[in-house]
Structures are given as C-alpha cells and as structure tokens.
C-alpha cells in the first residue's frame, strides 16, 4: 500500500508557503463529481483499515489527488443524488428544500416508489405510507419563477443558484455531465438556467441509458428516451466511453477562460458510477483476472475510467501550470449502489464496513469519499476529520470566489469549510510534523478544534429520506431520518418509530444501538432533528390509515419511554 | 406597402455620424441565419416590384431592420445548407471544400439522391451518373486532424473555423440553432469544436424532428433520432415553438458578455423555415383568413414566428442600449424549397420571379435575402446591389472584429464586405440625398464603384451542385453549375452538356438563354468557370458508361461550338 503519511516529511515545512494568500487573483475552482461512488470503493483508504472492498479497486489518481491535498474523512452527503445535486446549487438541507428524492425524468411524475411508478405493486410499506408532499418538480432558478406558468410549474423550489453568483462575480462557470436538478419541461433541467455559461450534456436525466459509443450514450434512432445523454453526437460510434468523451470536452472548455485571464468553476459531474453497469472495455479484463465477478469487473472498470479521467484533469492543469492557483474538490453525490445485484457481490455489501448503501441515512448511504487540493494553501497528505456536510459546499465555493455578501432568496444551511481546508490541514501537518500523527488511525482520530477550523466538531447535520427507493421494502433504507452530532448518531425509523443511537467513533458499523443506555442523548438529538424538521417544514409521509403524517421523532412512543 | 425610401430623409445627413469609427471597442456582431428562406418570400421587396410572393407574407420586423440598415440585393448562398454553412466557417467556396451538398445525419453515410438514399430506384439520372468524389463527411476542424483516426474520419476537409478565431481574440462565441457542419460520429457535428464558447440546441441535424413542443421537438420517448433537437428539454410540453424557445435561450446567453464587458458573436441560426413545414399557431390563422392554402399558411406562420425572432432581437438590443455597437447581419442559407409539396401552392413557383428554388443554381435557389445593421457605420434605408457570395462573411466577420492577421490552414477565398457596408452605403445615402435615387427601381440599378466598396462589381462568384437533389429528377435544380460576373451568369448543365447565359439585368427570372448571340462572352465565362473548378480540384459526377468525370464546360461539345 501506498503511504500518505510517507508524504509528510516532503510537504513540509509548510508554514512560509501558506503566505501571500491575498495577493493571489482569484483561484479557479475544479469540482469534481462521481455519482454513486462509495467511501470505500477505492484503493485510496478513508477508514483505519484497508478493507475487502478497497482491495477490490485501483484508483492510483485519487491517491495522487490525496498525496497533493487533504482526505475528509467524514464528509457527508445527501442519500440519493437530486438531493445532493440541489443543495450544491442552493446551500440548503434537503429537507429544507422539501427536495427529499431523486427527480424524475418528465415533469409532473413522482418518482418514488410509493404509487409513483408505473407498475408499483404497493405490496409493500405503500400499503402503510403515503408519499409526502415534496417538491416532486425541484428546483428552478429564482429569477425564472415570474415563468411559472409558462411551465405550469407546481411543487417546486426556488432559490438563487450558486452557479449564478460565481458567473456574476466573473467567474466563467462550466457545467459537464450530470446536471439532475429537476425534470424536463421545467427551466431547472437547464444547466444554463442554473448560471452555467457553458454546458455540456448536462440535462434533466439522473443517469445516462447508455455509457457505449456503440449506442451512441442512448440515441440510436428510435431507442432514445429522456435519459440519452446530449451534445456527445461527435464521439457516437468512435470507441470512447462516455466518461472519456466527456472529460475530454471539459478539458477543452478551459481553454477559452485560460485564454482571456478569467477565473474559471468547472462543475465536472461524473455520469458514472450510476447504473447502467457497463464495462469499461479499457480497465475491465484486469478485474476478471484479479478473480471479481463480472458484476464486479464491470463496476471497477468504471471506477477506474473515473480514477483516468481525475488523472486528466491533474495532468491538464500541471500542462497548464494552474496547479497552484486553482482548488480541486472531489466528492460523491451518495452512497453505493448495493441493491438491485447490476454491481456483483453480495446485496448490502458495497459499502462494508458502512452500514447499507445508496438511499439509506445509514453511514454507507452518506458518507463519501471527499478531498480538497489546493497547492500552497491546503497541506498536503493530511486527513481533516471534522463533519462536513453538502450544504456547506455553497459558502465554501462563494467564499474561495472571494463572493462575499451573495444576494440569495433562500436562507442557506451549510458553513464554509475554507478555514477547515486551510489552517485545519495546516493545524494537522504541523501535529504531524510534531510527532502526534504517526499512522493512518492517529490521523482518523486527530480532531481539529473549531477555533482553528471554524467548523464546531459537534454540528448536529441532519439526513432526511421520507420515501421508499424501491418496490420491494428495504428496512434499512427506506423512510429514515438521522441527525449527527459529534461522535453520535441517531437514526429514526419512521416505518416503525424506532429510535436509534450509534457511537461512530467505537461503532462505524452502526451495529450497535446504545439509546437504551443514553436515554438524555437519545431524547435530546431526538427534539434536535425534531425541532430541525419542523422548522423547515420538512415532508413527512402520510400514514394511509390516519391520513396524517408520520409523528416527528419527538411525537413517537419510543421517544416517550425514555423519559422513564 | 412601407416605403424603404421614405426613411432616408430622416437618416441623413449621415457624413457626420461616420467618424471616429477606429475609436470604438470592437463591436458585438448578431448573425441572424434563417434557414431555406427565399429572396421573395418577404413584405420587404428585395425586387423591383411586389410580387404575388411577397405579398403571402408579414415580416415587419425584416422592414424595421432594413429601415435601420442596408439591403443587400445581390446577394448569394450556395444552393443548399451544409456548403453555405461549411463555407461560413471557412470562406471557401463550397467546390474548393469540396463540400457540395448537404451533410446526412451520420458519418459515412452519402445523403445525395444517387444511391445513398436507402429506397432510392435509381431510375433516374443516377443512372448515368455516379456521385462526386466529395467530402461527404464534411467539416472537421484543423486542430482535430490529429485525431482523425480516433473517428475514422475520410472525406473530411480540414479547416481553421472562424468561431475559433473569433474566440482567440477575445471574442465571446456563442451558437445557437442550427449546425449542420458535419454528421454525427465526427468532431464537426459539435460546435464547441469549432471555437463555439456557448452551444445551444446546434449538432448534425439539418432540421429538427419537429418545432412543436408537443412532440418535444422529436424527442418523444422510442421515436427520437439523430434529427431530434438537443438541449431544450425545459421547453417539452410547455407550449413553447421552437423558434421561439431558442430566441428566448439565444438573448439570454447575452447577459454574461455584457456583464463581462467582452465583444459576442452570436450565431444564430434558426431551424425555421426547413421542413418539416408545421404551423406556428401564434401566427395561422391570419394566412388562412387570407385566403392561403394550408400548406402556404403554416409556412407563412413560421416565418412570422422568425421575424417575430427577428423583433425580439432588436427589442433586446435597444433595451440593452447596445444597439450602437452592435452589427447585425441577416441572412439565408439557401434559396426555398420548391419540391416536395409540403409548403403549399404549385411547385417551383416558390421563387418566383427568380426560377427554381433551394438546390438549383438559378437565382431561385442561390439569391437569397441579406441585411446589415450598424447604425453610424450603415447608411440607413440604403440598397447595396455588389453582388456578394458566402465566402465573403468569413473575412468580414473578422474585419469587424479587428483581427487582422487570422492564421488558417485554408486559403480563403472571400473578400471583406465591410468597405461596401460602410463607405457604400454612405455613397448610397449621399447619391439618394443628390436626388439620384427616387425609387426602389432607381436603387436597385444603383452602382457602387469598386474604389468605394473595395469589391468589384464583376467578380466571378461560382456556383457547383454536381448532385442530384431528390430521386425524380429536377432538370433545373440537379447538375448544375453557374458562375455570375457582372449582370451576366453563366449555366452549365452537366446532364446535357449545355451552356447557358442570362443577363440578369433585363432577365431575372432566366427565361432568355442569350448565349448564342454572346458567344465569346459565353466562351470567355465557360473558360473561367472551368479554370477555377479545375483550379479547386472540384468534385464532379462520374459518368457511369465511361467511367470518367463529367467534362469540364469547357471540354463540351457546346464550348467548341461556340468557336465557330
């Protein structure tokens, strides 16, 4: 294995580089994002340990982002992927924007499974709950909604889109890939609407039909429906794979901004690792070699096509000689898919030793691989531990465009993570330059006080997910809130009014529920994310029997019998 | 009827209003490219009269602009889409490209009638003649030559385009509509390639599948293809027309620029008025009240919708108040379709007085309607009869942007428009002042001389369809080259070996062949077209009994007799 730590002793001193960081003009900012990528489905470890599935994958190039720049161990995002993709355009909690499941492809459709689709059974947790009453049709830029009837948009968000602000403030913004805000015949669906000055093949689909040149990404006549991906009609039938072709696109966007002096945001949004499972023909023999099932060989060669088209951008911007002036954050929408068998394995194995997957607000639904680069500023080879969450995404982005008082019609959640990637991962390579980091479960236990990072280590972060993902019931996923503060985590099981407690630091397997022995803890975050969620008048299912909506953690019997 | 003329004495004097021209930043240019527009098929006369065509139409934001700018009377295209459009990237005559005919949908594929049609009987002159040797996969940008094998790419001219040159000196590019470069599966399909900052809804396609937002302007779920449009999802089931759709998408992409303070150059190039011929219901029914067939009226409305385009983009400009630094250039791609029946009225009457339509290189299908707009610069109210031709945009574009010294691989074969745009309207305005212009019929035999437009009046402009258009034969439109200098033009057709000559001074509509009694004239011009196609290695039919290319003009049996 690889040894970041091994790295250390040749970043630093790093205390005279972090000067002069004033004077620089402003830094173009590189976002780059995989879609249903786990926490450990990669060779680089975020854990103590080097596990059964990060042995499974090679992403050599996100160890070389790593070695450049600092890991978030415990950063999260929201279960399922409009959620995420929402927040980042707004800085609000999911359940703030009553945005709380994925966007469907055509307006006006409910997407999840209670009733929403064509051909649901309701054989399952529908019987009991109704879907609530989110916004189905998503987000649309403020400034658009003088057109709402135009649309006939109902169910909907709107909000001042950060793309908008970092455009205004002379940033050239580029949308690539994935865009998934909201569904076609909305103006959400439009990566221009969101302020991006430049798109390419972003559009309403969540994921693409076809990654395969072959089938021209979705668009052979006649088989194309509303998740063929666009504006990739050069490469239809070339031999390259979808993940190539589009990070080749973006790296030519860049020229035009480099070109004129304007500081640039690339919004890079990986399609892949989303269903459908398709080998990339480039990385996918190696894995059958390595003895993976063909589940699995197909999945970690489009992990791999992800780690090379990461390995571009690093290699573009070297070329270029912008390393040192432009940051590089790398994050994932959610957790991995483990249900549905399309990726091998075991089902509810992909994100072990996280509890569950994609979908659920169990650790392996949330919590993703993240790490910032940011040569000069960030210390390199260092781990940040300190709980970041998607909605701090929009003032860490305002603040390193220097944006500093953005006009938004929305309240915004999140807090800004700069003082955490800069003098946090300072603080951690001077503790480590002192002796007080010697391995990787030092580095995953080593705090960083809120006075250094700005962050306070005890934010209580809130996950929300009233739906069912699928047909069949997933206990485990579906209709589940949680609330972390701290080394704590409650989990409230809306289908049976469980309330969970889980001590992540000894437990990050979420294996043992301890609420009956920390009966005030339990209570105490129990009213917090009660208290959150009724303050954003977050959706709530109905229960079908009652025609109201499920209690509030607060309201449960479970909740009531602690006080004994 | 408007009286054009009745303006100029609220336009001039103008002498003082053209100074201090060097002083100004760059301007924005608007190119505003209608697609399959005839010259007559407009309440703006290009012609001396008001003809029966004319008056099927209502365009009056066509007579603001031309109230506000110049009419260019003589003004050229090629005879169809993809060789007007290529040659507006490159300012290559389209038999120097060697890009004759329009581009099909997907590589490789040839689109002309002879044999490349699937379901063509070849009972035609497909018979006789094989196709050209010509770049059937069209337009590739130079700097991508190098990936050539990664798309299997022949065929191919390799070019610098201008949107590329443009870009490289500050300019920002911005596509929206119609492309029609290249087929999918090449990198010409993709206007970011051809130095397009911005793209919307531009790819392979020639037309879209549909305007109608109804039918998701053809991406119906299982009925899409590679003519469907791309990119205006927000807009499905909206009851948005297309054309309407991508005049509200193309203003929008202008806020960035402005606020930027950068020059634009938007290309915008509306799908209206090709096939399919469907109505814009905003506009129908008025042509139906007056007496229009069906056919005729759904035409009429699209054209209304365009010039309503047309209105909202000099509202736009005026609103912005960058109208005064802002040249505007409208234009068609070819003459109007004139076959097929779907617009209604008899065929081949679509034109006139001028004879045949889009595919032929009769006035009909090659003069097309132009306007310039750029108020202190334009003499307003004027009528520029120097016969131009699409070659001349490329140099021009780049004269108005000020880039001075453009490095191309290609050698380009047009001359700048701008000295006839400025200084010949102003010579124009000033000999309409002296009273030596009274009417239309006055202006549109009004000379400019070539010390003051900077081009000669009798330049040989060439024109090369060595195609078949559709699988019956069209006499009139398949085969055919002309070259015009001065009031004369000269015809050859292939698939009889004649040679023609009209003087389009007494004779627009090319009712009278004169060339017997010009003979060496006829001699002299058939020795210079042949010289230049020769010159361009240009494509020509094979004949299928011998094997060989169709003869040159001048190794007919015609050519010589006109020795005698």
Same mark, same amino acid.
């Given at each position: 294995?690889?040894?970041?730590?091994?790295?250390?002793?040749?970043?630093?001193?790093? &205390?005279?580089?972090?000067?002069?960081?004033?004077?620089?003009?402003?830094?173009?900012?590189?976002?780059?994002?995989?879609?249903?990528?786990?926490?450990?489905?990669?060779?680089?470890?975020?854990?103590?340990?080097?596990?059964?599935? /990060?042995?499974?994958?090679?992403? *050599?190039?996100?160890?070389?982002?790593?070695?450049?720049?600092?890991?978030?161990?415990? &950063?999260?995002?929201?279960?399922?992927?409009?959620?995420?993709?929402?927040?980042?355009?707004?800085?609000?909690?999911?359940?703030?924007?009553?945005?709380? +499941?994925? #966007?469907?492809?055509?307006?006006?459709?409910?997407? %999840?499974?209670?009733?929403?689709?064509?051909?649901? =059974?309701?054989?399952?947790?529908?019987?009991?709950?109704?879907?609530?009453?989110?916004?189905? $049709?998503?987000?649309?830029?403020?400034?658009?909604?003088?057109?709402?009837?135009?649309?006939?948009?109902?169910?909907?968000?709107?909000?001042?889109?950060?793309?908008?602000?970092?455009?205004?403030?002379?940033?050239? =913004?580029?949308?690539?890939?994935?865009?998934?805000?909201?569904?076609?015949?909305?103006?959400?669906? $439009?990566?221009?609407?969101?302020?991006?000055?430049?798109?390419?093949?972003?559009?309403?689909?969540?994921?693409?039909?076809?990654?395969?040149?072959?089938?021209?990404?979705?668009?052979?006549?006649?088989?194309?429906?509303?998740?063929?991906?666009?504006?990739?009609?050069?490469?239809?039938?070339?031999?390259?794979?979808?993940?190539?072709?589009?990070?080749?696109?973006?790296?030519?966007?860049?020229?035009?901004?480099?070109?004129?002096?304007?500081?640039?945001?690339?919004?890079?949004?990986?399609?892949? $690792?989303?269903?459908?499972?398709?080998?990339?023909?480039?990385?996918?023999?190696?894995?059958?070699?390595?003895?993976?099932?063909?589940?699995?060989?197909?999945?970690?060669?489009?992990?791999?096509?992800?780690?090379? +088209?990461?390995?571009?951008?690093?290699?573009?911007?070297?070329?270029?000689?912008?390393?040192?002036?432009?940051?590089?954050?790398?994050?994932? !929408?959610?957790?991995?898919?483990?249900?549905?068998?399309?990726?091998?394995?075991?089902?509810?194995?992909?994100?072990?030793?996280?509890?569950?997957?994609?979908?659920?607000?169990?650790?392996?639904?949330?919590?993703?691989?993240?790490?910032?680069?940011?040569?000069?500023?960030?210390?390199?080879?260092?781990?940040? /531990? @300190? *709980?970041?969450?998607?909605?701090?995404?929009?003032?860490?982005?305002?603040?390193?465009?220097?944006? =500093?008082?953005?006009?938004?019609?929305?309240?915004?959640?999140?807090? +800004?993570?700069?003082?955490?990637? @800069?003098?946090?991962?300072?603080?951690?390579?001077?503790?480590?330059?002192?002796?007080?980091?010697?391995?990787?479960?030092?580095?995953?236990?080593?705090?960083?006080?809120?006075?250094? #990072?700005?962050?306070?280590?005890?934010?209580?972060?809130?996950?929300?997910? *009233?739906?069912?993902?699928?047909?069949?019931?997933?206990? %485990?996923?579906?209709?589940?809130?949680?609330?972390?503060?701290? %080394?704590?985590?409650?989990?409230?099981?809306?289908?049976?009014?469980?309330?969970?407690?889980?001590?992540?630091?000894?437990?990050?397997?979420?294996?043992?529920?301890?609420?009956?022995?920390?009966?005030?803890?339990?209570?105490?975050?129990?009213?917090?994310? #009660? %208290?959150?969620?009724?303050?954003?008048?977050?959706?709530?299912?109905?229960?079908?029997? @009652?025609?109201?909506?499920?209690?509030?953690?607060?309201? =449960? !019997?479970?909740?009531?019998?602690?006080?004994?």
């Amino acid at each position: 294995m690889k040894s970041i730590f091994g790295k250390l002793a040749l970043t630093l001193p790093l &205390a005279a580089a972090f000067q002069g960081h004033a004077q620089q003009q402003r830094p173009n900012i590189i976002f780059f994002l995989v879609d249903d990528f786990g926490w450990v489905e990669t060779s680089l470890p975020f854990g103590d340990e080097v596990t059964a599935n /990060n042995r499974m994958f090679h992403t *050599p190039n996100m160890e070389r982002l790593a070695a450049r720049g600092a890991m978030l161990t415990n &950063a999260y995002a929201c279960s399922v992927s409009t959620p995420t993709r929402t927040c980042l355009m707004t800085g609000m909690n999911s359940a703030h924007m009553g945005i709380t +499941s994925f #966007s469907s492809l055509y307006k006006d459709i409910v997407p %999840d499974a209670i009733g929403g689709h064509p051909g649901s =059974t309701n054989e399952n947790l529908g019987d009991i709950f109704a879907h609530p009453e989110w916004n189905y $049709n998503c987000l649309c830029p403020a400034h658009l909604e003088s057109e709402k009837d135009l649309y006939g948009l109902h169910h909907t968000l709107y909000a001042t889109p950060l793309p908008q602000l970092l455009r205004d403030s002379g940033y050239h =913004t580029i949308h690539v890939g994935k865009a998934h805000w909201a569904p076609a015949g909305t103006p959400g669906s $439009n990566p221009y609407n969101m302020g991006f000055v430049v798109n390419i093949a972003g559009a309403q689909n969540g994921h693409p039909k076809s990654y395969q040149p072959e089938d021209n990404f979705g668009n052979l006549p006649g088989q194309g429906d509303y998740g063929s991906v666009m504006n990739m009609s050069q490469y239809y039938g070339s031999g390259v794979h979808l993940t190539e072709a589009i990070t080749r696109e973006a790296l030519r966007t860049l020229d035009h901004p480099l070109r004129q002096g304007i500081p640039f945001f690339l919004y890079f949004a990986h399609y892949t $690792n989303h269903t459908p499972i398709q080998r990339d023909d480039r990385f996918y023999q190696r894995y059958i070699d390595e003895g993976l099932d063909e589940g699995q060989a197909k999945y970690a060669s489009m992990v791999e096509g992800m780690d090379k +088209s990461l390995g571009d951008v690093l290699d573009f911007i070297d070329g270029r000689g912008i390393a040192d002036n432009t940051v590089i954050i790398f994050y994932s !929408d959610n957790g991995p898919h483990s249900v549905g068998g399309e990726k091998g394995g075991e089902l509810h194995t992909q994100a072990l030793p996280l509890r569950e997957g994609k979908g659920s607000v169990y650790e392996g639904g949330i919590r993703v691989p993240m790490m910032v680069c940011w040569p000069g500023h960030v210390a390199a080879g260092t781990r940040l /531990n @300190t *709980p970041v969450n998607t909605p701090d995404f929009f003032p860490t982005f305002l603040e390193l465009a220097g944006v =500093t008082d953005p006009q938004t019609v929305q309240t915004v959640d999140g807090e +800004s993570m700069v003082k955490l990637f @800069t003098d946090g991962s300072q603080y951690v390579a001077r503790a480590a330059e002192a002796g007080k980091i010697r391995d990787r479960k030092d580095a995953n236990a080593f705090r960083i006080p809120e006075s250094v #990072s700005g962050l306070a280590d005890d934010r209580g972060l809130i996950f929300h997910y *009233p739906h069912q993902l699928r047909y069949e019931d997933q206990d %485990d996923i579906d209709f589940l809130s949680a609330l972390r503060r701290g %080394d704590w985590k409650l989990v409230y099981r809306m289908h049976t009014g469980e309330l969970e407690l889980y001590n992540l630091r000894d437990d990050i397997g979420e294996h043992s529920n301890v609420a009956a022995g920390n009966r005030e803890l339990t209570r105490s975050m129990a009213s917090e994310l #009660s %208290d959150r969620l009724r303050h954003w008048n977050a959706p709530m299912p109905t229960v079908r029997a @009652t025609g109201k909506p499920v209690p509030m953690p607060d309201e =449960t !019997d479970a909740f009531a019998a602690l006080k004994k």
